[in-house]
Nanobody
């Protein structure tokens, strides 16, 4: 099973940027879609972005479209989430996951491997 480690979170002000990284433990990473989700206190885990095997296709939640960019470097077994123009409502723990083949990319249940998460806090 792939082991994932997220990093890059922190405390920032509204309007700032952050880049999250998710490092995978093995090479099968390049054979799977990857996704970023987030979970705020008292809320369910929600879809943020997903990226195809080669990075050709990307999908975003409406709430982050135009502000966030997902990318991947298969040579480094790493997927990134660049977050610009951060808002208070982006505050959450951010998780990366490995998508099950053929499963819907925007459903948390479609991912069978998760990292421990990285906290992002945006202050106004």
């Amino acid at each position: 099973q792939v082991h994932l480690v997220e990093s890059g979170g922190g405390l920032v002000q509204a309007g700032d940027s952050l880049r999250l990284a998710c490092a995978a433990s093995e090479g099968t990473f390049s054979n799977r879609w990857m996704g970023w989700f987030r979970q705020a206190p008292g809320k369910e885990r929600e879809f943020v972005a997903a990226i195809s095997l080669s990075g050709t296709y990307t999908y975003y939640a409406d709430s982050v479209k135009g502000r966030f960019t997902i990318s991947r470097d298969n040579a480094k077994n790493t997927v990134y989430l660049l977050m610009n123009s951060l808002k208070r409502e982006d505050t959450a723990i951010y998780y990366c996951g490995v998508r099950k083949p053929g499963a819907p990319f925007s459903s948390a249940g479609a991912y069978d491997c998760w990292g421990q998460g990285t906290q992002v806090t945006v202050s106004s």
